[in-house]
């Protein structure tokens, strides 16, 4: 996943602020898919 991200800070006088890419890796998993199967038919 590429985005882009904006950020800012105010604190009394003084203000921060950062800008730029993010790269994210993402992982999907699926769990217990014998007994997903099970319940489809059931329904």
């Known amino acids: 996943m590429l985005n882009f991200r904006y950020y800012s800070e105010v604190s009394g006088d003084d203000k921060y602020s950062s ?25």
């Open 19 to 43: 800008f730029g890419p993010t790269l994210g890796i993402g992982v999907q998993a699926y769990l217990l898919r014998k007994k997903a199967k099970v319940i489809k038919v059931g329904l």
